[in-house]
C-alpha cells in the first residue's frame, strides 16, 4: 500500500484498478496471521508502520536512481548511507548496555562462536540485499513490495520446520490468503500491463 501510493506520488505511476484490488488480499492475510501476536503495542506497531514507509520510499527512490548507477553500486551507496545515519541512533539507545550485551554474549556462546555467528549474520544479510537490489532493477517497486510480503510468509514457514514453531489455524489460513494474494497481483499486474500509465508530476 505503501509503496502503489508512493509510486504515484515520485514517478506518477497508476495502475489498473484490479492490481490495487490484488494488494488487498495480501495485507488481510497478513494482518489475519499477525493478528494472533499477544505482545500488541501501539509504540510497536507505528514503528512498524515507519519501518514500511521507509522500505517503501528506499525501493521507489532507488528504483528512480538505477537510470544513474547499477543495483549493486546504489546497494553499496544505500548501505553507506544507512550506516552513517544509524550510527547516531545506536550510541543514543544502545550505547550505555552494548558492551555489556557483547559481554554476555561472549560469556554464554564463548568468543569464537560470537564473532562466527556475527560474520554469517553479516554475510547472509549482504546476499539478501544484494538479492533484493538486482531483483529491484528488474521488475517495478510494488511488485518488488509484494516479494517481500512473501518473504515474510517464507520466514514463518522456515521457522516451523526449523524450529518446530507451532502456528495456529488462523495464522495458517492468513499466510495462505497472503501467499494467493501475491499469485493473483503476479496474474493481475500482466493482464493488465497495456493499461499501466504514467501521469507527468509538475
Not at 24 to 46: D, K, N, R
Not at 101 to 120: M, N, P, R, S, Y
Request: one cysteine or more; proline letters at 3%.
Amino acid at each position: 500500500m505503501f509503496t502503489a501510493a508512493g509510486t504515484y506520488l515520485v514517478s506518477g505511476t497508476v495502475y489498473a484498478w484490479p492490481v490495487y484490488a490484488a494488494l488487498l488480499p495480501i495485507m488481510g492475510g497478513v494482518a489475519l496471521a499477525s493478528c494472533t501476536e499477544l505482545s500488541f503495542s501501539w509504540l510497536g506497531f507505528s514503528t512498524a508502520m515507519a519501518s514500511n514507509a521507509a522500505f517503501s520510499a528506499r525501493g521507489i527512490l532507488s528504483k528512480k536512481l538505477m537510470s544513474k548507477m547499477s543495483p549493486l553500486n546504489l546497494y553499496n551507496f544505500v548501505t553507506i548511507v544507512s550506516l552513517l545515519f544509524c550510527i547516531p541512533f545506536v550510541i543514543a539507545i544502545e550505547g550505555s548496555t552494548l558492551a555489556a550485551g557483547i559481554a554476555k554474549a561472549v560469556e554464554l556462546k564463548g568468543q569464537k562462536e560470537f564473532i562466527f555467528a556475527l560474520l554469517k549474520v553479516g554475510a547472509f544479510y549482504h546476499l539478501y540485499n544484494q538479492v533484493a537490489y538486482q531483483a529491484l532493477g528488474k521488475v517495478e517497486p510494488v511488485t518488488h513490495a509484494v516479494g517481500n510480503v512473501g518473504k515474510r510468509i517464507f520466514v514463518i514457514g522456515f521457522t516451523i520446520l526449523a524450529f518446530g514453531n507451532k502456528i495456529s489455524p488462523q495464522t495458517a489460513i492468513g499466510s495462505a490468503i497472503a501467499v494467493m494474494g501475491a499469485g493473483l497481483y503476479g496474474f493481475l499486474k500482466n493482464k493488465y500491463a497495456a493499461e499501466t500509465r504514467t501521469i507527468k508530476k509538475d
